[in-house]
């Protein structure tokens, strides 16, 4: 990547340490929330507090930024491909995702999806 070095340490950090803040945040809410055993896979309840009240898939957005944070700060260029690619696969499985929150959790899901953004900035919904 063009740029200094120590630019790249100080952007590549900030994304790492937002990104896993940013996935430990949800955790935390999605432990808080469970009444019983933790299961990140099988949801007891729709979460829209926390992180989740800013993006409906905030640990994908986390796990981006790392991936973006790891690639800056070694001064990577391989992250303009691989991130891409990536997100694409993701999102992919987000979309199946939003099927199956949508058919457990009926309409609370469809008002959350209507309030909340995908992603950070993207409105988008299941068509």
Known sequence: MPGPDLLHRMVGSGL???GGGLNAWALAE????STGSFDL???E???TSGPYAMTRHPMYVGWWLIHLGAGTLTGSSWVVVT???????????VL???AALLEAFGRPY????????RYL?????RR
């Open 45 to 47: 309840e729709l979460l």
């Open 30 to 33: 999605r432990d808080r929330r």
């Open 16 to 18: 790492l340490v937002i």
């Open 83 to 93: 991130l891409p690619v990536g997100m694409l696969m993701d999102h992919l499985g």
């Open 110 to 117: 469809a008002e959350y999806e209507k309030r909340v953004h």
């Open 121 to 125: 900035g993207t409105r988008s919904r």
């Open 41 to 43: 896979e099988r949801p």
């Open 96 to 98: 199946r995702e939003e």
